[in-house]
């Protein structure tokens, strides 16, 4: 699935059709579709996993879900698209996502400050969120999109390897600069890893997701799905300690 630092870069790369008309529009999905021909592509946006078109009138939205995925300029010869949108430059052809549209301004529909890529990020309200949710799990908390919108499980796993926090840990127990530590880190490694990817290196830092050894204690990570979100954790339990 794709984090948010993936949407960002997505955003950029469709940064040709910024302004263009839609020419052409086809796919599988059964949103009425045809309403989007011959409309103005006013902003791509994105507000964590979520990729918006923006247009006069109104907006699509697109979450790309666990498999979804885009090609620009390009088709996949096994796949339908969910969504096609040709323009007099190029097309976008998305796949095996959740598309629909969004009637109101989208300034009304997101908040902004949740989103860790955006320049309104408020982490403040991020510290203020957690502490009125003692019980809540490190691996959990990550992972919830009205705190950290855009936030993965390889963000996730690796933010908490990052800072030292197990990810049992409840949000009630973290001392007050762990705490600080992990909302400053859940922005600050999405834009490592929005580096990294643009550069093609994101898997090669990744120093604990899908890892076998701690390269810290050189011993083997735990692996196990944990917390209420279910998702895979890879963790040491000699470096990254429990708070509860
Ligand atoms: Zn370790």
């Not at 021909?37 to 790309?64: I, N, T």
């Not at 339908?80 to 598309?99: H, I, K, M, Q, T």
């Not at 949740?114 to 991020?126: F, G, I, K, N, T």
Request: aromatic share 12%; glycine share 4%.
């Amino acid at each position: 699935m794709p984090e948010g630092p993936s949407i960002v870069i997505l955003k950029e790369q469709l940064s040709p059709f910024l302004g263009r008309t839609i020419q052409q529009v086809s796919g599988n999905t059964t949103i009425e579709k045809q309403r989007l021909l011959h409309q103005r592509v006013e902003a791509f946006r994105s507000w964590g996993k979520h990729f918006l078109v923006e247009m006069p009138d109104f907006s699509l939205r697109v979450h790309f879900m666990l498999f979804g995925s885009y090609r620009i300029n390009e088709q996949k010869s096994w796949a339908v698209p969910r969504l096609s949108l040709g323009f007099d430059n190029g097309e976008l052809n998305l796949y095996a996502c959740s598309v629909r549209f969004i009637e109101e301004p989208l300034d009304l529909v997101y908040d902004w400050w949740a989103d860790v890529m955006s320049e309104h990020w408020d982490p403040v309200l991020a510290r203020k969120r957690l502490r009125a949710r003692p019980d809540l799990l490190a691996c959990d908390a990550l992972l919830d999109q009205d705190i950290f919108a855009g936030v993965g499980n390889i963000i996730k796993n690796e933010v908490l390897f990052r800072i030292r926090v197990h990810p049992l840990s409840k949000m009630g127990a973290l001392p007050a600069p762990k705490l600080r530590e992990l909302v400053e880190q859940a922005r600050q490694y999405s834009f490592d890893f929005y580096e990294w990817k643009k550069q093609f290196v994101l898997k090669k830092h990744w120093l604990a997701h899908t890892k076998r050894t701690c390269p810290r204690c050189n011993i083997p990570l735990k692996k196990a799905h944990l917390g209420r979100t279910n998702r895979r954790s890879f963790f040491c339990d000699n470096c990254q300690v429990l708070h509860t």
